[in-house]
């Protein structure tokens, strides 16, 4: 059996957000990208189930030739191989996920991580996209994940608590935080990682289905008032919340 | 083009939740706007409150039942739905921005082979097309977009948008036995969180952070939502220190709400916390640092000591609310 992990590259989450000339993506400029932070904790599931089963693991990603970057990063936390799908077009969920079917097919991998959400976009659909696509079975947003021979029981988080599901391979799981600890990447996994060769193909073409019209800056927040430095002032708040606000 | 929109309706529990509700209202809002026809689906064992589905401008729901459709199942809900959705020829599937929402609707769009919008937080009719807006970049920019294939999904972030006014009509429920739902991904257990209310579903949250010091300090916390009937929401600044669960973590590695009311309390307001909060109504922030970022997003600030300002607003609310 096969493992694959899906890396995306995205912007550090602190970076502050600057819209490009086109009214239509960011500026890329002084950004700095990096892992999609999910997608490290997709990378030490895999890695945990090879350790547990021995078998081979290969990180895939889709998109420019920077996003070799987060592939090194797969392959120096201890993943064996990475592809790189190349495309230097802006891609949709879906056109990204049909581009990391072909990709996991043609590398019959069985089990496949995903992060449960890429912080540049935030929609949350890539896995669950791709599983179906491949008619895999499913668990999104998955806290705890426990292989046994085919059988699969994973929790996933909902609202108020936790949904355990039970399934079997071939299956797509898309990590939360609280899956795991991450492990950092060895001097020696570093090292490693910079001799491997990122195997580089075109990804798998395929047409959008929704399209940017505009992005923009939300509405600014008007600061608003500081009532006071002390307990003083929680008569005046009350009143404010009951009163000008009417939330309470 | 047959002209209808479909709205998947979740329950749990056997109730319809309320922002399945609300999707439904602002689903016969564009269904009206459009003139399509609209029509509602539900999965599940029984459910009670469906008929009330009719308050909100969709008159007709078909419910797919059968007794192991309690929980919800991933591969049973979505080929249900997607099924459904062929045979009538929907053109638009409204989901919730959900747990379940977020699980179900890409599994349907596929099916469909339709485009999918997730988290929409408002929907504009532009020359007979939807344009939606949603939040990228964990809320620092917004984007409007269309969806170009002819069959097309949608998600609508909870409690953004408005019930309004509601009628009194009860929808048509039309209930349909389902033989052999495929189980090949099923919920065997659900196992419930210690916390009260979600973050997730509470209209007011008041969330501590690492200016509570430590995890003994927290009933101070709680003891506001407590008279406030709030949820604790928390930083991952308590949550990496072990003082919280995961659970109530927000921000952009844990939850996005959007309360009426979010009061931080010793929380500094890094972008990352703000990313998860930001549309929230109305926001209060108490911090002694007058210069902490969380200000410059408050509607209502006060700069002190946690340790004075909360005993004395948690008597202020006992009081104003007897
Ligand atoms: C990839 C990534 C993802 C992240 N995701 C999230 C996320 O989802 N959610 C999140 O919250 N953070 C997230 N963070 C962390 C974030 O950057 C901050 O570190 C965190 O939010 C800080 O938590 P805090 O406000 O509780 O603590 P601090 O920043 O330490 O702030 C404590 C505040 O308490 C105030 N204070 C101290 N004592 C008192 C007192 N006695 N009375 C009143 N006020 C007092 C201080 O003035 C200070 O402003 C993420 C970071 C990264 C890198
Ligand atoms: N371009 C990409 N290449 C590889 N994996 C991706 C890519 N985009 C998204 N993913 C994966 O899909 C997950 C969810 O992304 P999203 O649906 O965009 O929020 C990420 O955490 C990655 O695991």
Redesign the interface.
Known sequence: MKIAVCVSHA?D?????I?GPDNKM?DPNGVTYAIN??DEYAIEEALRAKEKLGCETIAISTGRTANKESLRKALAMGIDNAVLLRDDAER???STAKALAEEIKTQSAELVFFGKQS???????TG??T???LGY?????V?DFKLDGNKI?A??????????????LPAVITAQ??LNEPRYASLKGIMAAKKKVIEEKPALESE???????????PM?H?????????S???E??R???EE?K?? | MSNKILVFLEQRNGQIKKSSFETAKTASDIARHLNYEIEAISVGAVIENVAETGRYGVNKVTVFSNSTLA??S??AY?ELVAEYAKETDADIVFFSN???G??I???V???LN??????CVSLDISSGEI?ATR???????????????AKKVFTLRPNVFNIGQTGDTQAEVVIKEVAVPNL??????????E?K??V??AD?IVAGGRGLKGAENFHLVEELADV?GAAVGTSRATVDAGWRP??E?IG???KTVSP??YIAVGISGA??HI?GM?SS????AINKD?DAPI???????????VF??L???IE??KR?KS
């Open positions: 912007p989450t602190a970076t502050k957000i819209i960011i932070p999910f949709d969920t879906l912080v540049d976009y935030d929609n949350s659909i669950q996209l599983a179906e696509l079975n499913c668990v999104s947003v806290v029981i929790e996933r988080e909902i609202e108020g608590g936790r949904e355990v599901v039970e399934t079997t935080k609280g959008n289905a929704v399209e940017i019209l505009k992005m923009k800056k939300p927040k600061a608003g008032r500081i009532l006071g430095t002390d307990k002032s929680v008569g708040l009350v404010l919340l009951k606000a939330v309470i | 929980n919800y991933t591969s979505s959900t747990s379940m977020k699980d609707a890409p599994k769009s596929i099916k339709a485009g999918t919008l997730m988290d344009i939040p990228v970049y964990a809320g620092r920019a917004l984007i409007e977009a269309k969806i170009t294939s090949s991904n099923k919920v065997i257990e659900i196992k419930k969180s916390e209310l979600d997730a579903e007011i406030l995961h659970s973590q952009q590695t844990g009426n009311l972008i990352q990313a930001s109504k109305c926001i209060v007058k200000f410059s997003i408050a509607d209502y600030g006060i700069a002190g000591d004075e300002v005993p004395a607003l202020e609310i104003a």
